[in-house]
């Protein structure tokens, strides 16, 4: 009996152990499809989150193209204006030299006619003077000499 009992313990604790491993396994397994279960709820959240960044992705650099575009087309404008800004430029920088030039010729025929002018005013003026201090010399000396006459 005493081989019965020990056989008797021996299958209990043989029993007892695989009732724990099994509640162990039991437990691991839970403990692990729980596990499974939010590692493939965060994965369907990143996924998800994945799409909406390409998504978002696509529409942005889409924009940015369109923006490129616009850009592009405004700088080819302004290209354009600059080059029709310049030729402006030069046409009327072109047309004022020529208008100084004109002007400096007209100038230097105008001053070098009245330089002229004015030498000839000088040379009649100082002719008029020369005459009148003449005339007036001889209107003294006569003065003197009908004085010294009479006296």
Known sequence: MATIDTQSNLTNINLNNALNSYN????????????VEKDLET?????????TNRDNTYKTTEKQLELAKEQLASVQTQKSNTSKTVDSTLTLSKATLDNAKLTLENFKKTSTDSINSLETKKENLYNTIRSTVTS???SVNSALTFVDTTL
């Open 43 to 51: 994965a369907k959240l990143q996924y998800e989150n994945a799409v």
């Open 24 to 35: 162990n396994t039991l437990s691991i397994y839970n403990l692990t499809k729980e596990s």
């Open 136 to 138: 007036s010399l001889s």
